[in-house]
């Protein structure tokens, strides 16, 4: 049976445009470690530039952008960090903060809009009177867009009100930008904005902006000279790394205004599975390229066997849980592919439905 | 003025040819963390193939490929590994095995041929009487070639001893293997002989072999399981990397042949040097790539003047010291870069020594 692949377990999976393959084939570079590789300067100033920061860093991957950045602002032993409790850090990042960086975690209750509220933030925030059984708070992460709550956007007044309150208890604030573009433009704010308040900020090129590696920590100069000297600690110091950056460098001249047909797509996709019978979305939580559904419990089908028969058919999505799933849409997956998938998720659900013995 | 440059700092300086860039832009690229990215799995199976190993991982770096190597033998807290006080590991990967993995270092003495007496490494190995004190020794790592005594190679006897002597305590054995291709062309020996005993290997593909960046892990399918999962917790877990290891596939099949000539041309620069009055290079050390010279007493020139001088002429080298530097050959070092240099510190020592009002 030919089938088509429609993949959309997350928006990593992009694949590198020719145009990135040419800027790698033609990128000029050199020893990053001995000296400074030109390409990955012109990025990370770029990047820095944009978010209105004083300097950048490239870095392998997301989860080393928020190990450096926690652990530069928690470089004394005995720091704590308020995060969110359903936030990546906390959850997909093997708790490297703490296992590889002796930072101790106080998880906060994320809303489903991806927000924590500011009291119970403040509230998280250790006494230093009670030093002698306490850590020392040093900082709050923020995450936007929040993934877990199905790619939530932190609007620049309650980013800017968790500012003051860091500010206010001498903390520093980090922003997990991973989808910070994305929220930006779903927002409609322009990003420098969005991360005013914060010290430092991970910024995602190989997620909806389709590079094929990296990531690059934003912050003040003394940050990032912390940052960068961590990085090569932990093993992130790589040499002539600017063929990686220059397919970064196109990704985020061309891509970042894809943003906002990815969300288009999601919104038609997310409404179009909420009129399958079985299948529930909530469509007013689909703010960027990310939509969890969930299968309806009358229906009798599992999410793993629905996984499967849509996989059948070229369609991967991601599992969430026994009567849950996500799917992520990036620039790689066309209108066309959106129609697609909902024809197979209307037939995978028919198909099953009458396999277990209901009959539509 | 019109001068060459001759980069002569480290094999890390290496640029990537034509096919290694032919061979990026055309890689066939996966998403290697939900995935496999293709070129990369091929790049490792092979690693792992060359050194006799079951299974191999691509990382960004020599520090993070000893560090996750150090870090999962030694995975249960209160850990010390053994290895030499003049090593790699030990003086310029940051501590990290401590601050990252709260390992505890115990270094012990390198002497010049880059070896560590055999009765030193017993007497360091922790007695388990003794632990209510002691933290619990798991591991010995060596380096091949061994960088700071000036590329010197571990003969494959000597890896074998130290090997029986792991198995006897039951502790492991990892080599930095980040110049073993040197070691093995230098010696003679196939490099999965000469690293026969160990559990892991640690090989650089972005030093002598010409790739723009990495290394690769080897070891047992469990360790490089464990690793695997280490290299996402620091960070090191990368998307379509498969560009990075097409580059580093072409390092393996081009420039592995290419070492051996980098050898000839250290002993040239090594010898030539060594006649210079006023530099003095132990020749009979100089058995891979890497040439560490001092400047003689009474010259009346600094490591620095004569750094400065040579730099406006284009050679740029190492300090290491007050009267001291080093030298590292590659593969994009001719043979007529070497007699340029040569020329450069004859010239440098002689109008040093002029200035200097000798």
Redesign the interface.
């Known amino acids: 049976m030919v089938t088509r692949t429609v993949d959309l ?2 928006d ?2 992009t ?2 445009t020719e145009a990135m ?2 800027a ?3 990128a000029e ?3 990053d ?2 000296g400074a590789d030109p390409t990955a300067v012109r990025l990370e100033s770029e990047v820095a530039t944009i978010m209105g920061k004083e300097a950048g860093l490239f ?3 997301g ?3 928020n ?2 950045s926690v652990l530069v602002h928690c470089d004394i032993r005995g720091s704590e960090v308020i995060l969110g409790d359903n936030s990546h850090i906390h959850i997909y ?4 903060i703490s ?3 002796g930072v101790h975690p106080r998880p906060v209750k994320n809303n489903d809009d991806g927000t924590m509220d500011i009291n119970s933030i403040e509230a998280a925030i250790r006494d230093p009177r009670g030093e002698i059984v306490y850590p020392t708070t040093r900082l709050i992460c923020l995450e936007n867009s929040h993934a877990n709550t199905g790619g939530r956007c932190l609007s620049a007044e309650y980013t800017d009100k968790v500012g003051e309150l860091a500010k206010k208890h001498g903390l520093k604030l980090h922003i997990d930008g991973a989808r910070i573009f994305n929220a930006s433009v779903a927002l409609g704010v322009p990003v420098n904005r969005l991360v005013q308040a914060a010290d430092s900020v991970s910024v995602c090129l ?1 997620k909806g902006l389709g590079a ?3 990531s690059v920590i934003v912050g003040s100069k003394s940050f990032i000279s912390k940052a960068r ?1 961590l990085r ?13 950056c220059a ?1 970064a460098f196109v990704a985020l001249k061309e891509n970042v205004t894809k943003l906002e047909g990815d969300h288009q797509k999601a919104k038609v996709l997310a409404e179009g599975l909420n009129q399958v019978k079985g299948l529930r979305v909530n469509v007013a939580a689909v703010e960027t390229n990310i939509i969890y559904f969930d299968i309806v419990e009358r229906s009798k089908i599992t999410a793993e066997k629905l996984y499967k028969n849509l996989e059948e058919h070229g369609v991967l999505v991601m599992l969430e849980g026994p009567y849950r799933m996500r799917i992520v849409l990036h620039h790689q997956i066309s209108s066309s592919d959106v129609q697609y998938t909902l024809s197979c998720f209307q037939q995978a659900f028919n198909g099953v439905q009458e396999e277990n013995g209901n009959h539509v």
């Not at 090569?232 to 990686?244: A, D, E, P, V």
Request: proline share 4%; hydrophobic share 40%; glycine share 18%.
């Open positions: 377990r997350s990593t999976v694949k590198p393959r040419a790698m084939a033609t570079v050199d020893d470690v001995l870095v392998a991957s989860t080393m952008g190990l450096i990042e093997n708790g490297g296992t590889i960086g190989s094929p590696v990296g000297i090569k600690t932990l093993g992130g110091g790589m040499r002539q790394l600017g063929f990686i397919a």
